[in-house]
């Protein structure tokens, strides 16, 4: 069974996947991604594991500390990208992802590198610990706040090394900010 999502056609030539943070709903992106590209085709699943009673996308054994094969497993499937009808609309496919939804569009780059055309994501973390498979020019800008509790300190640099060895075009900023969105990220995101 796949899990709720929206489809929303779109007119422009470009699919954004959305995936939303910890305890949001499928819905929660999509004034961002309207501002961000207003024709975009988008496709917003819900994230299907609970911790607390509040979706996400995949479990964590503890804050900050992401259970890898729990993120692995959820796949594509788990996101609804291949349930019937939904083809018509991936390409090009970019994930916008925020927080947990972050980390989600990083597992589907490191385990399935084929599938994402690139990649927004505010306020990821590196889960892996290990080189990033080929992302070829990419773009995979990523935005992180200076007081971000949720994020490990660091997290920039080593993102930012790890996606230039898989030759992806990452471009990170660290924003005086914490771990909620800022007008600063709608700027940055955009361009």
């Given at each position: 069974?796949?899990?709720?999502?929206?489809?929303?056609?779109?007119?422009?030539?470009?699919?954004?996947?959305?995936?939303?943070?910890?305890?949001?709903?499928?819905?929660s992106?999509?004034?961002?991604?309207?501002?961000l590209?207003?024709?975009?085709?988008?496709?917003?699943?819900?994230?299907?594991?609970?911790?607390?009673?509040?979706?996400?996308?995949?479990?964590?054994?503890?804050?900050?500390?992401?259970?890898?094969?729990?993120?692995?497993?959820?796949?594509?499937?788990?996101?609804?990208?291949?349930?019937?009808?939904?083809?018509?609309?991936?390409?090009?496919?970019?994930?916008?992802?925020?927080?947990?939804?972050?980390?989600?569009?990083?597992?589907?780059?490191?385990?399935?590198?084929?599938?994402?055309?690139g990649?927004?994501?505010?306020?990821?973390?590196?889960?892996?610990?290990?080189?990033?498979?080929?992302?070829?020019?990419?773009?995979?800008?990523?935005?992180?706040?200076?007081?971000?509790?949720?994020?490990p300190?660091?997290?920039?640099?080593?993102?930012?090394?790890?996606?230039?060895?898989?030759?992806?075009?990452?471009?990170?900023?660290?924003?005086?900010?914490?771990?909620?969105?800022?007008?600063?990220?709608?700027?940055?995101?955009?361009?």
């Open positions: 069974m796949n899990p709720p999502h929206l489809v929303l056609p779109g007119l422009e030539d470009l699919t954004l996947l959305l995936l939303h943070g910890r305890g949001e709903e499928e819905g992106l999509l004034p961002l991604a309207r501002t590209h207003p024709m975009a085709h988008l496709l917003s699943p819900q994230g299907q594991s609970l911790e607390e009673g509040v979706p996400r996308f995949f479990r964590q054994h503890r804050e900050g500390v992401l259970d890898l094969e729990d993120l692995k497993a959820k796949g594509l499937a788990t996101l609804g990208v291949e349930a019937p009808g939904h083809h018509a609309f991936l390409r090009p496919l970019v994930a916008l992802g925020y927080s947990n939804g972050a980390n989600m569009a990083l597992g589907l780059l490191f385990h399935h590198p084929h599938l994402l055309d990649a927004i994501l505010l306020r990821p973390m590196e889960p892996f610990g290990k080189p990033y498979p080929p992302l070829e020019g990419r773009p995979v800008p990523f935005l992180l706040g200076a007081q971000d509790l949720l994020v300190p660091g997290t920039a640099e080593v993102l930012g090394e790890r996606l230039e060895w898989a030759r992806a075009r990452a471009e990170g900023h660290l924003l005086p900010a914490g771990h909620a969105l800022t007008p600063e990220d709608l700027a940055l995101a955009r361009g």
